[in-house]
């Protein structure tokens, strides 16, 4: 008899998608998990992170019933159709709607302001997997006002992935995340949000950890 699985993480694109696959298939040990039968949904009601933030609650009953089962939501702030609230906001108010089926097997990241924000560290792997291999991207970024000196991330994270790709030639795809994911020191990145991941992963449940 097949079982369900453990961790069901519900994601609005498929940028954040790869990005948490690829972390949970291979950074497992970087992680301080044990392997996790793990099933990844998309927002299937039109709308991605407004959607996956309006309707986390509804998408994930059915697996609510396996009291084995924990549920993870991940959206971007930036695309939630909220502006006026923060991501502690949004995070909280989705956490709010699942409880009743979920009660404490359920939490909400809130990448903010969007998923690119994963992608800058001071990791070699990011100038390489982005099309720089010499280096100098952070640099570059900086000269086009995109990353301010003194400043961990860029404030537009997804804007600045987008010039560094095309002035390297490169098109966009989701395979950057997956692909960083797999091999950035998972110390390297800062974000909030990041460190959240790695946290409620150990943490939303003793099957878990």
């Not at 079982?3 to 069901?8: T, Y």
């Not at 991605?48 to 924990?70: E, I, M, N």
């Not at 000269?143 to 301010?148: E, H, K």
């Not at 030639?169 to 989701?174: A, D, H, L, T, V």
Request: glycine letters at 8%; proline letters at 8%.
């Amino acid at each position: 008899m097949n079982q369900g699985p453990e961790l069901v993480l519900l994601v609005a694109d498929l940028d954040i998608e790869m990005a948490v696959k690829a972390l949970l298939e291979t950074r497992t040990e970087a992680l301080r998990i044990r392997r996790v039968h793990f099933k990844i949904i998309k927002d299937v009601l039109a709308g991605h992170d407004g959607g996956t933030y309006k309707h986390a609650h509804k998408l994930l009953v059915p697996f609510s019933r396996d009291p084995r089962c924990r549920a993870l939501v991940l959206f971007d702030r930036e695309g939630a159709a909220a502006p006026d609230k923060d991501a502690g906001f949004l995070a909280a108010d989705v956490e709010r709607r699942l409880r009743p089926a979920w009660g404490e097997r359920a939490r909400c990241i809130v990448l903010d302001p969007e998923v690119e924000v994963w992608v800058f560290s001071d990791s070699p792997h990011v100038d390489r997997e982005l099309g720089w291999p010499q280096g100098g991207l952070r640099e570059w970024l900086c000269a086009q006002g995109l990353w301010p000196k003194g400043q961990a991330k860029p404030p537009d994270p997804k804007l600045a992935m987008r010039r560094a790709l095309r002035q390297a030639g490169r098109k966009p795809s989701s395979s950057y995340f997956a692909n960083l994911a797999g091999k950035v020191g998972l110390d390297r990145c800062t974000d909030p949000s990041f460190k959240a991941f790695c946290s409620p992963t150990r943490t939303c449940g003793p099957s878990i950890a």
